[in-house]
């Protein structure tokens, strides 16, 4: 068996595919539902629009608790039960979609493959960081973001063509759990390995360095917020401009996959920007997103598009490294849920925010929220190069 080294060991090439298989699946909770909402519509003509909506937003919003939760009893259940137990919880989500006969049953199934995927979520990451060290971890993390960004990409198109054969198919990618399943024994065996050659259990006590963590919340809340919007105010952007929706799916795969293309190369760009990758981060989201805004011509728009990906993908996996850092033992996991709890926060809170700028400003249309997003990415640029040299100038002077 071939073996991966760690930068404080190796473990097999089993044990680093179930941890990807597991971060594949966080980007999973969903996705089934988007093209077929319309036809649901039809299937079960009592249910009401906000029922449909429910589909779609109930996954997301009990994601939050459950992984704050999955965080806070990591410590005390261990991580491998713990990950068993989101596993067949989306396990079982996924089989039962496929017996489900009215909206209330696909609406508490929906609930359970929140729950499922929240408890998942933080695991994903907090493996990498149990398993990996220095640049080794740096170079896991940047991969992890590249397979969750191209698992959207594929499980996006695969379930649009699933949906045009059976309405029920595209519910099919929440199977996926099975291969996971399969290959944690092999993550098992390795855990067991490092307790006992380290002396220590996984499950020990530890600290987090919360001053420093909050940061990093903060920013990964705004840059989520930030790109956001180009998912999900594109469409009717591009709609605006007469382009179909076929056009609008190659672009929002383009972005997510200029997302994705920083990761397979991160530690090469984090040498590159050194101390500077979160200002170059938030200096191209924000360019992308004016850009989008200032054209109507499509390879402009793509390009705007890519470069708000390509500093997101930058800032995501760099994240994930420092705040693993920030935290020692079994806090790690508590302290990384908290950073990727914010992405679903970010979410949720999204359309709120947007419109209550259109309200502010007085201002309607499909490109609003884009100038918006840009203004703010600019703002907080701004407020971070001064607080930097605020900072640097104190250090001068002491």
């Known amino acids: 068996m071939k073996m991966i080294n760690t930068g404080k060991g190796s473990i097999t090439l089993l044990a680093l595919l179930g941890i990807w298989s597991v971060s594949a699946l966080t980007s999973l909770p969903g996705l089934a539902v988007s093209p077929i909402s319309e036809e649901l519509a039809k299937i079960f003509p009592s249910a009401t629009e906000l029922d449909i909506q429910l589909l779609t937003t109930l996954p997301s919003l009990l994601i939050i608790p459950f992984i704050l939760l999955a965080g ?59 398993f990996f060290t220095g640049d080794e971890r740096t170079r896991q993390y940047g991969y992890v973001s590249a397979i969750i960004n191209v698992a959207l990409v594929l499980a996006t198109a695969v379930t649009g063509w699933l949906a045009d054969i059976q309405w029920r198919l595209p519910f099919l990618v929440y199977l996926l759990p099975l291969v996971s399943i399969l290959l944690v024994p092999a993550i098992r065996k390795e855990e067991r390995g490092m307790d006992v050659a380290d002396g220590t259990g996984r499950n020990c006590g530890g600290r987090i360095d919360y001053h420093r963590l909050y940061k990093y919340m903060l920013y990964y809340l705004l840059i989520t917020y930030l790109v956001i919007i180009v998912s999900i105010n594109l469409p009717f952007l591009l709609g605006k401009y007469g382009y179909d929706s076929a056009v609008s799916g190659l672009v929002t795969s383009l972005f997510f996959l200029a997302m994705m293309l920083p990761g397979l190369f ?113 703002s907080a640029l701004a407020m971070i190069w001064m607080r930097r040299a605020v900072v640097s100038r104190d250090k001068h002077i002491m």
């Open 266 to 378: 991160i530690n090469r760009i984090l040498a590159v920007l050194g101390r500077n990758v979160l200002l170059w981060s938030l200096l191209l989201i924000g360019l992308g997103l004016l850009d989008v805004y200032l054209n109507s011509s499509l390879a402009f728009i793509i390009l705007g598009c890519a470069a708000a990906g390509f500093g997101y993908g930058v800032a995501q996996p760099y994240i994930y490294d420092k705040v693993s850092t920030l935290a020692t033992g079994s806090k790690v996991t508590y302290a990384l849920a908290l950073v990727m709890v914010m992405n679903y926060v970010a979410i949720v809170i999204s359309p709120f925010i947007v419109e209550w700028g259109q309200e502010l400003a007085g201002v309607k249309g499909e490109g609003f929220p884009f100038l918006m997003n840009a203004i703010i990415a600019a």
């Open 72 to 130: 806070y009893m990591s410590e005390r259940v261990g991580h491998i039960r713990l990950l068993y137990i989101g596993l067949y919880l989306f396990l079982l989500s996924g089989a039962l979609y496929f017996v489900c006969s009215s909206i209330t049953q696909l609406i508490l199934v929906s609930a359970m493959l929140g729950i499922g995927a929240g408890i998942i979520i933080p695991l994903s990451t907090a493996l990498v960081s149990i």
